[in-house]
């Protein structure tokens, strides 16, 4: 039996909820707490989230089963104490880059086929905007350009669509946080610049009717090379900000990180299939950027 039904998660966002089988649809268990038992209740609220320059979380798993988080981009695990994991982000302080990622984090894929004409155009468009920034390093104006102009490009903004190729959001320019990290990777590529996408978490003060909670999360990364020995880097970008220049902020938990090379359900997203549900976190520290 199908349904379809909406719910209204935050203003401007609505989930379309298109289909289910017949004991689903007759079962008292709607589609926002189905949602809901993916949120992570932190040990505290965060003040100011998408101001957040620091911050410093404690995770541990229910069942204290083992926990392996990357150190990538602006993320560092600094220390371990059986099942749990002390994870540093610092917005200010992007890992350095022992040297260039593989020839993979460029290629065209289908997930990521910037050859398409549609996300060409979009390339054409990020070249025309860095012009304008003729005395900042290249790679870098080109990647916030990229950011910029894809968080703009989607018109509607909602989880209606599943898993959709960059192709596919070029065209119809809607999605969630999935449809954006891929666009702005193969925009990315197609620009020259070695890219990635990150599954993980960030914190919203305002979700699906609940407060103060981390919820489940993609957002992309960007290889920016440098001149300067040791300061080329992956550096984070969240399409999905609200507009105020702000690329990214310390509320953002990486989980695991894929070049998307191998589909839109590659490995790395699988992993994060036994931590739903299953997380704990305490938010041990926060700095802000007026600080």
């Known amino acids: 039996?199908?349904?379809?039904?909406?719910?209204?998660?935050?203003?401007?966002?609505?989930?379309?909820?298109?289909?289910?089988?017949?004991?689903?649809?007759?079962?008292?268990?709607?589609?926002?707490?189905m949602m809901a038992q993916t949120f992570v209740v932190p040990s505290r609220p965060i003040d100011r989230p998408r101001d957040l320059l620091r911050g410093v979380y404690r995770l541990s798993t229910k069942d204290d089963s083992p926990l392996d988080l990357p150190d990538v981009g602006y993320q560092r695990v600094v220390s371990r104490d059986g099942n749990a994991l002390v994870v540093v982000i610092d917005y200010a302080e992007p890992e350095a880059a022992p040297q260039?990622?593989?020839?993979?984090?460029?290629?065209?894929?289908?997930?990521?086929?910037?050859?398409?004409?549609?996300?060409?155009?979009?390339?054409?468009?990020?070249?025309?905007?860095?012009?304008?920034?003729?005395?900042r390093p290249r790679q870098e104006i080109l990647a916030v350009s990229a950011w910029a102009a894809v968080k703009d490009y989607l018109q509607t903004k909602d989880l209606s669509v599943g898993f959709a190729t960059a192709s596919e959001v070029a065209r119809t320019r809607q999605g969630d946080c999935t449809e954006h990290a891929v666009l702005l990777a193969a925009v990315l590529r197609?620009?020259?610049?070695?890219?990635?996408?990150?599954?993980?978490?960030?914190?919203?003060?305002?979700?699906?009717?609940?407060?103060?909670?981390?919820?489940?999360?993609?957002?992309?990364?960007?290889?920016?090379?440098?001149?300067?020995?040791?300061?080329?880097?992956?550096?984070?970008?969240?399409?999905?900000?609200?507009?105020?220049?702000?690329?990214?902020?310390?509320?953002?938990?990486?989980?695991?990180?894929?070049?998307?090379?191998?589909?839109?359900?590659?490995?790395?997203?699988?992993?994060?299939?036994?931590?739903?549900?299953?997380?704990?976190?305490?938010?041990?520290?926060?700095?802000?950027?007026d600080e």
Request: proline residues 5%; charged residues 20%; hydrophobic residues 45%.
């Open 190 to 289: 197609g620009l020259g610049i070695p890219s990635r996408c990150v599954s993980g978490l960030v914190y919203a003060d305002r979700f699906a009717g609940h407060q103060d909670i981390f919820v489940y999360h993609m957002w992309t990364q960007a290889w920016i090379e440098s001149d300067e020995e040791g300061s080329s880097r992956w550096q984070d970008f969240d399409a999905t900000l609200p507009g105020r220049g702000v690329e990214f902020d310390a509320t953002h938990i990486a989980l695991s990180v894929s070049d998307m090379n191998d589909g839109l359900l590659s490995n790395g997203m699988a992993a994060l299939l036994p931590l739903l549900g299953n997380l704990e976190i305490e938010v041990v520290a926060t700095a802000y950027i």
């Open 1 to 33: 039996k199908s349904i379809k039904s909406t719910i209204a998660l935050m203003p401007g966002m609505d989930i379309t909820v298109l289909q289910a089988d017949e004991a689903l649809a007759l079962s008292e268990l709607t589609p926002t707490e």
């Open 100 to 135: 260039r990622p593989a020839a993979g984090y460029l290629q065209a894929s289908p997930t990521l086929n910037y050859e398409d004409e549609a996300i060409q155009r979009l390339v054409r468009e990020v070249l025309e905007l860095a012009e304008q920034y003729p005395d």
